[in-house]
């Protein structure tokens, strides 16, 4: 069953790599978390306060592409207050007894995160109302004319959502949550840093200039810096030659061409969609579900994965009849530059 109880640290048992990976590079306190700066000073405050008044932390919504520290936020804040963390996601609990175990077995003031909490089902959504108000549940008893409701109190918790598309979630729920903290891509000064203290902890000696090659090439999230630092790690490890002194930025830039990672930090999908987006539909405007077609990718994969970090480098811009290829992604492809279809807000010109 996907339900875990964790105090402090350690990676939950029987996760992917991927996960495990996370786990061991993830920030243990708010003060290790490095940029999202005004997200971390406003949770600050609010572990401050709900410390000092003895109630817990409100509840507290995290939106935002994968692998900007959604996660890692929700186990840090309990670190901060010195609970207990129980996890589950919107698709793990798929009618409202799947909830019970979580909600009675948490302690005061202790927190349950749901992850993708966009992907809950209503009758979910609705049983978890009264919880997340006035920390109370109805359970039904028995069917039909026999049927009767029981209330039964909870202790005091938070409750931590995370979600991709915060436009997915119903008003009624995002209007439940305290606090919406929205988070962003991340610089590359911030990568940068991450880079270099996660290198410290794999004992990997990593030169400033390599690190910032690492932080230009992720996509301004950290996840994948974590992941090209892995593979960074890797071709260096893996050659007798380059094993015996520091990763330069040369060793670098090489692994990283290897990888197929272009000199923007663009993977092979990102340019796979702006080749698609340009060649086969003349720069669009095109809907994402044509574009995901064609790259034999689910329409969602595109728009929660791809489409975030090319939007805000402006390789692309979204109009209402669909995506369109800006003159920089034109120049990127070396393909000629069309006449312009919009202007840079995504308004075409007829
Ligand atoms: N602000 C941050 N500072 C340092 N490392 C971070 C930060 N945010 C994320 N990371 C790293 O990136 C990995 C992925 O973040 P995660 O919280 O799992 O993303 P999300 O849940 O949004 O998909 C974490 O394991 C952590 O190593
Ligand atoms: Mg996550």
Redesign the pocket.
Known sequence: MAREKIIGSGPPAGEDERKK???A???RLLS?????RRVAERLQIAVNAAKKLKEPLGHIL?D?P????????ATVLPNELGTSVQMTSGPALSKPADLLPFLTNLEEGGILFI?EIHRMPRVVEEFIYPAMEDFRIDIILGEGMSARTISMNLKRFTLIG?TTRSGMLTSPMRDRFKMHEH?DFYSVEELAQ?VTI?AKKLDLPLSPAAAQELARRSRGT??IA?SRLYWVRSYHAGQPHLADGPVTDDIARAALDMQEVDREGLDKQDRKYLEILIDVFGGGPTGGEAIGATMNIAADTLSDEVEPYLLREQYIVRSPRGRIATPKAFALLGRGLPKPKADPEGNLFE
């Open positions: 990976r996370d786990w590079l993830r920030p290790e978390v490095i940029g999202q995290f935002g994968p692998g900007l520290g959604k996660t890692t936020f992850d995370a988070l991450i996660n950290p996840r974590n």
